[in-house]
């Protein structure tokens, strides 16, 4: 169990990675490679979660950490949760394990999402419209969505443009379309006790994502995927005031490390009595673990 009272912070938004070579015929190593470039990550293949959990124990910092169920969609064979549970298990002095389920997988990924919060401590669930192919708001995947409701368990989706297929050819074929945050206010609406997180600065949909978490209780916005030091005005300002208890700490590790992200923070223009409340005290409420 992490000791939410003395760890330095809270990294919302993590991915898991498995060990090299393991996608050596699917495409997903050049993926990841091309993005390491982007991003100017120190790494020809990402870490794995024990590697993962090393450095955000070595930081101090818990970290929500999740796959991408994308297979559908990309080819990229999945991680399976149970593995990424199982690990995170190993692991739970610092790591938070969410899951992801292609919202395609209907009724039987409903049901693994109930297995998965009842027995294997799963706190959470990822979701990347533009990686999986899906409008957040098709009724299809609103059998998923009600498993995740009745857990009482946060939703986090992908919001904006993505550094996944960024450069490469057709952008290697991923839909910018299906990651506008405006999709999600009808979540918000159809499932208002389910928590919702808009990730990242949602470029080049920034004050869509504001008015829905204002507008709506149970939507939250993770600050990963961007330095600080990059973060629009608006954004800044809605955090410092009407949102001040809606934001997140969140890194995009492996692509950004959180010592990084922390130091842009500490020089961003956030009110000193709010950053408590990006860095730990917001997303302890959402877990349901604030003393």
């Not at 939410?4 to 050049?30: L, M, P, Q, S, W």
């Not at 799963?122 to 009745?150: C, W």
């Not at 999709?183 to 389910?194: C, G, Q, R, S």
């Not at 939250?220 to 300002?237: A, H, N, T």
Request: hydrophobic fraction near 40%; include cysteine.
């Amino acid at each position: 169990m992490v000791d939410f009272e003395n760890v330095r912070a809270i990294d919302f938004h993590t991915h898991a990675e498995e060990a090299c070579g393991c996608h050596a015929d699917d495409g997903y190593d050049e993926l990841q490679s091309t993005m390491a470039k982007y991003f100017g990550a120190p790494w020809q293949h990402p870490p794995t979660i024990d590697e993962t959990a090393a450095h955000y124990r070595e930081k101090n910092i818990a970290a929500v950490i999740f796959p991408v169920d994308a297979e559908r969609e990309t080819g990229y064979r999945r991680y399976d949760n149970y593995e990424v549970a199982d690990a995170c298990a190993k692991n739970s002095d610092i790591l938070i394990p969410f899951a992801s389920i292609d919202p395609a997988k209907g009724k039987l990924g409903a049901r693994e999402a109930r297995d998965l919060v009842e027995n294997h401590g799963v706190q959470g669930f990822k979701f990347h419209p533009t990686m999986q192919g899906f409008y957040p708001n098709d009724r299809s995947a609103y059998v998923l969505y009600e498993a995740i409701a009745e857990t009482g368990k946060p939703a986090l989706f992908h919001t904006g443009q993505t550094g996944v297929g960024s450069g490469m050819p057709g952008g290697n074929g991923m839909r910018l379309k299906y990651s506008n945050p405006m999709y999600m206010d009808d979540l918000a609406v159809d499932f208002p006790d389910m928590p919702i997180i808009l990730a990242h600065p949602s470029f080049p949909w920034q004050e869509e994502a504001l008015s829905v978490a204002q507008h709506k209780p149970n939507v939250y916005i993770d600050l990963s995927g961007w330095s600080p030091k990059y973060f629009p005005k608006i954004l800044i300002q809605y955090a410092n005031r009407m949102l001040k208890k809606k934001m997140l700490f969140g890194s995009d590790w492996p692509m950004i490390a959180p010592e990084k992200w922390l130091d842009a923070f500490d020089q961003a223009d956030f009110r000193d009595d709010v950053r408590p409340l990006i860095l730990k005290e917001n997303a302890m409420r959402l877990l349901g673990v604030a003393s």
